[in-house]
């Protein structure tokens, strides 16, 4: 058996797993959310969280990072994003970084660069690629992931969940 059949074969072994993935900034808040569904062999579970004074893309970032951080074996994962920076940084970006010591190519600092390394070191355990769908485009699930994220962002404010985020139908 040749070293890419060997390796054909123990990824074919890998459980796959897709997470759908969504984060938001609410600036009369300040505050951020995040909400993310996760399969796996026929079963789904939901995260959602939120932080006090970060950005868009903290969020987005953790979204991701919340579901992977619950495997507890090798897997194959699909992070299905409405981020470009999150999708980009999965399938690219974060591969040339960490080959230049967490540096941009004109040596500049990347942004949220701890969440970059934690997503880097779990690509090194798990077969992790990113898809981009078109946010707030009737994909269900995405938009199922903005809903959460929302309320997550509301719940770290401490205020009441609006109605309408409630009484989804």
Known sequence: MTEAQE??????AMP??????DG?????????????IMTCNGHT??????????????????????AIRVLNCPCRI????????VVNGINSWMHHWAANDWRKSDNSNIANVELWKE??????????????VKGHSNNFSNSTCDHFATIGAYSVAGLPIPPHLLNRN
């Open 7 to 12: 390796f054909d074969l123990q990824l074919s």
């Open 16 to 21: 796959s797993v897709t997470i759908y993935s």
């Open 24 to 36: 938001s900034f609410k600036p009369a808040l300040q505050t951020g959310g995040y909400g993310t």
């Open 45 to 66: 579970r939901f995260f959602y969280g939120g932080f006090i004074g970060v950005s868009n893309n903290v969020m987005e970032l953790m979204g991701a990072i919340a």
């Open 78 to 85: 699909n992070v299905i994003s409405d981020s470009q920076y």
């Open 119 to 132: 997503l880097y070191m779990y690509s090194q355990h798990h077969v992790l690629t990113g898809t981009w």
